[in-house]
């Protein structure tokens, strides 16, 4: 059983829900997002999403594209943000997923980014732009590591690919909740809930909320009928705000205690 599968099989039997913060990796700096995450996993993250940053982001609203162009300004790249998991490993035992696009992992080399992915202890992969049937041979690769290949889905998905989806994600699947870009939503689309019940009618794997959640209240809301809750413009925003790098974890830290905290009442689903 992957990392992953043992966290949502504990929080299950909790009542919880996860609780997934985003973070860009090397926003603002390296060292930055190296202090960042141990401080998120004590306030209570139960997975860190990394962000790997991109030049042409397309999922991606302004705040997190913004936060990728200060990542590449700072020197940051897929093999930097591999040797950094590598270094969190020994003081963050919660799972460290990473999310990216298609375009990195390919200049890699698929068959050597599963192998170093495997080797350093990076639990998921979530490729925004590589559809399943084109990522056969690296989901396999993955899977053979022991790194598990996050799928997604979304408001549009019709019925039989959203139960393809359920059957080849490994992890839990991305349930994005919004069509469109990354970004804090005042509101949550009327129709959520049933969407993500629509999954749960035909696969029991956990599924996992993000795009525009944005508050505590809403990520409650959510949890009444989902798995886990991904909050990543509103915290990236956060540690753009803040004046400092200290201030940035400070910051960060305390936003993930007050999302939290709803998380860990039993839910009725």
Do not use: W
Request: net charge negative; glycine share 8%.
């Amino acid at each position: 059983m992957s990392r992953l599968a043992d966290r949502f099989a504990v929080l299950r039997a909790r009542g919880e829900t996860a609780l997934i913060p985003f973070v860009t990796a090397g926003d603002p700096d390296l060292a930055t997002t190296e202090a960042l995450v141990p401080a998120l996993a004590m306030a209570g993250a139960d997975v860190i999403e990394l962000g790997v940053p991109f030049s042409d982001p397309m999922a991606e609203g302004p705040t997190i594209q913004r936060a990728s162009e200060r990542a590449l300004r700072a020197g940051t790249s897929l093999r930097v943000v591999l040797q950094l998991v590598a270094r969190l490993r020994s003081r963050v035992d919660i799972p460290i997923v990473l999310m990216g696009y298609a375009n990195n992992l390919l200049a890699m080399g698929e068959q050597e980014f599963a192998a170093a992915a495997g080797e350093v202890g990076v639990d998921g992969l979530i490729a925004v732009d590589l559809p399943p049937e084109e990522g056969e041979t690296l989901h396999a690769a993955l899977r053979a590591r022991g790194v598990d290949p996050i799928l997604l889905a979304a408001p549009t998905t019709q019925p039989e690919r959203l139960a393809m989806l359920a059957r080849r994600t490994a992890g839990f699947l991305y349930f994005v909740s919004l069509t469109g870009t990354t970004g804090a939503r005042r509101e949550l689309s009327d129709t959520l809930e049933q969407e993500v019940r629509a999954v749960r009618a035909v696969s029991d794997v956990p599924v996992c909320v993000g795009f525009g959640v944005s508050t505590p209240e809403q990520a409650a809301r959510v949890a009444e009928f989902a798995d886990g809750v991904v909050v990543g413009s509103a915290l990236v925003d956060r540690i753009e705000r803040a004046g400092s790098p200290d201030a940035a974890v400070a910051a960060a830290a305390e936003f993930v205690a007050e999302l939290k905290r709803p998380l860990r009442r039993i839910m009725h689903r």
